[in-house]
């Protein structure tokens, strides 16, 4: 809602993901409405199943790499539609590029053809595994274009290109996010990445599984935080990446002890070998976010682990 207070009407493509959806509560309860998109490859209804009836939100299965054919005049579009835990883009690898390229012109198609803002979500996976750290947004990556990993990362760099070249060329007012990992309620239990995946094991009495020696860092951003950044680069004037993650970095090893802790399991932990262009290290330099946007990460770990896990435990 602007400071008039006039309530903007927003576009958001993956809409019913686990960012997409804690961003439809945001700003719906900013007084906002929410045009909703979704193709469910990876979403799910059950994440805005607590909206259903909200008079300002509308729902629309619909796939972003078509056309944008739904009917309303927007002042902000959201390109959050992203295959993006390891075992969907492997799985779907042609869809996740088309997620990058595709879908984030025809987003930016709409953006342009209403005079509206545009945000893209991009990734700390543009950095690839880093020979600089911590990251910073001028860092241009280390990426393997041909590698396992590549149809996410380079579905990403593309998105961030093009949204550039829409704002050089017809000036499109463009915001370009740049997220590093994110945990919550509402992640799938079964999507691969380390957070659902050791709170599951553990859940289930089994040993947790590192891949690697465990020596290799994370940063991890609690998803009310995150889409907290989210809302301030939008309002910003800011064009190019801007960092989104949690500077507090820790191996995936003590990770897995801070788990087993606070869920009070005891454990083995089991090693299988990295996969493929694994980053060995990831914590954002978020410089940057403080300067522009006054934001940085509040929730502390183990209070959102806390919630993310009292979540999986009511599924």
């Known amino acids: 809602m602007t400071d008039g207070g006039y309530c903007l009407h927003h576009l958001i493509s993956g809409a019913a993901g686990f960012i997409g959806s804690h961003l439809c509560d945001r700003l719906l309860k900013d007084g906002d409405s929410v045009v909703a998109l979704d193709n469910l490859i990876t979403g799910s209804r059950k994440n805005l199943e607590h909206l259903t009836g909200h008079p300002q939100l509308q729902f629309h299965e619909f796939d972003v790499t078509a056309p944008v054919t739904v009917a309303g005049k927007f002042d902000q579009v959201w390109h959050l539609a992203s295959l993006a835990s390891p075992m969907a883009y492997l799985a779907h690898p ?9 879908a984030t012109r025809n987003m930016l198609d709409v953006a342009r053809r209403d005079g509206a803002r ?14 600089e750290h911590p990251q910073v947004e001028t860092y241009w990556g280390n990426v393997n274009p041909v590698g396992m990993r590549s149809c996410y990362d380079e579905s990403k760099r593309y998105a961030e290109a093009m949204t550039m070249a829409y704002h050089r060329s017809y000036g499109v007012r463009t915001n370009i996010a740049r997220i590093f990992n994110t945990y919550g309620p509402r992640m799938a239990l079964k999507d691969g990445r380390v957070v659902p995946a050791f709170i599951d094991q553990a859940l289930r009495g089994e040993a947790m599984t590192i891949f690697g020696d465990g020596s290799q860092t994370r940063s991890f951003c609690y998803v009310s935080d995150l889409v907290d950044g989210l809302v301030r680069l939008s309002q910003s004037d800011e064009r190019y990446p801007v960092n989104l993650g949690n500077p507090a970095e820790l191996t995936i090893l003590e990770f897995a002890e801070r788990i087993k802790r606070l869920m009070g399991v005891n454990g083995e932990i089991v090693f299988e070998a990295l996969p493929q262009d694994d980053p ?36």
């Open 94 to 102: 042609i869809e996740t590029l088309e997620s990058g390229s595709t």
């Open 118 to 131: 545009f945000l893209v979500t991009s990734t700390s996976e543009c950095y690839g595994d880093p020979l």
């Open 280 to 315: 060995k290290k990831r914590r954002p330099d978020i410089t940057k976010a403080r300067a522009v946007l006054g934001w940085e990460p509040r929730v502390v770990l183990e209070d959102g682990l806390r919630e993310t896990v009292g979540y999986f435990k009511g599924l």
